[in-house]
């Protein structure tokens, strides 16, 4: 009897698994005819590279005597804001003084009338206050496209509703490389420091590439085929038992962010394109990117750049922005 009992547990384990492997390809293959679409935008496109960095001071330098001698009077005090070239210690035997290299603030002083100072000797510290910039570290994928003269939008953890400007001043020739990695300086001047304060942490988006006015896709609508680039495109909107009617077309690709990717040729305003994305009917979903992992080459795009957005932001259910 108890084998009997054995034996029926052993088929109901089989059928219940049987079961089981059915259903999961029967939502397996659901997922699969569920592809999500979006229609083909004009806007703008905007490629950023980001960093962290820290606010720093343009100018902080020690103040040394150019040639020793007995100091006959020292003019300045401690914050004490000075301009550049302003006296701030005087010599008995008439030679010439020792002068703020830069305009700042005197934070350390350490000189008094009658002391004999040596060549070189340290007597004052000048921070300028007023001109801030931040520095962050940029991937050596990124470098390449870092210039003199680009603009950053910069947020400040201790200001996080306020964004501040900048532009890039200074761009590193040699990188440094951690675990295999190398990255690279990038300086940025602020426009205007406002409240901020030396070594207070920034977010930095630097603006390397921007076009106006532009059709683009979600990058998920472009595939790669060997050296040509294509997407799927829909004639309609669908019901959910209508087969949709699909053709492939060819495209050429300039720009891209990491949301949306500019379309130079092969589409037009409004059409559906197909995402290389699926949906599953539960609370799973499938993912296919396999095929866009590069875009590097014709029409200036060069992969992934970190951060940015296209404008105006993309409908991921295919409506699209207006």
């Known amino acids: 009897m108890k084998k009997w009992i054995s034996i029926g ?3 109901i384990l089989l059928a219940g698994g049987g079961f089981w ?9 659901t ?3 569920q592809i999500m679409t979006s229609t083909v935008q004009r806007g703008d496109i905007e490629v950023q590279v980001s960093g962290s960095g820290t606010v720093a001071s343009i100018n902080s330098n020690d103040v040394a005597a150019a040639s020793g001698g007995e100091v006959d009077e ?12 302003t006296e701030l210690v005087t010599f008995t035997d008439g030679s010439d003084p020792i002068t703020a290299p830069h305009t700042g603030t005197v934070t350390t002083l350490d000189v008094e009338a009658g002391d004999n100072l040596q060549n070189g000797q340290v007597v004052a510290h000048i921070t300028d206050y007023a001109t801030l910039q931040t520095v962050i570290s940029v991937d050596e994928l990124d470098i390449a496209s870092m210039k003199a003269g680009q603009t950053a939008k910069i947020t400040a953890s201790a200001y996080p509703n306020e964004t501040f400007t900048g532009t890039v001043t200074k761009v590193s020739k040699e990188g440094t490389s951690t675990n295999g990695v190398s990255s690279f300086e990038v300086t940025v001047q602020f426009d205007d420091s406002k409240e901020l304060l030396i070594g207070m942490s920034t977010e930095v988006n630097i603006t390397t590439e921007s076009k106006q006015s532009v059709l683009f896709v979600p990058i998920e609508a472009v595939k790669i085929n060997g050296n040509e680039r294509y997407v799927i495109i829909q004639e309609s909107e669908t019901s959910e038992n209508e087969e949709a009617v699909t053709t492939q077309q060819a495209v050429e690709t300039g720009i891209n962010d990491d949301q949306s990717i500019e379309i130079v040729s092969g589409l037009e305003e409004g059409q559906i394109v197909q995402l290389a994305i699926t949906v599953s009917s539960g609370s799973d979903s499938t993912t296919n990117r396999g095929s866009m992992r590069d875009f590097s080459g014709s029409g200036g795009a060069s992969g992934f750049p970190s951060g940015g957005a296209g404008t105006p932001p993309t409908d991921r259910a295919g409506k699209g922005g207006e």
């Open 74 to 85: 020292v003019l300045v005090s401690i914050n004490e804001v000075v301009e550049e070239g």
């Open 9 to 11: 547990v052993v088929v």
């Open 21 to 29: 492997f059915y259903k999961s390809n029967q939502t397996v293959a």
């Open 31 to 33: 997922a699969e005819t």
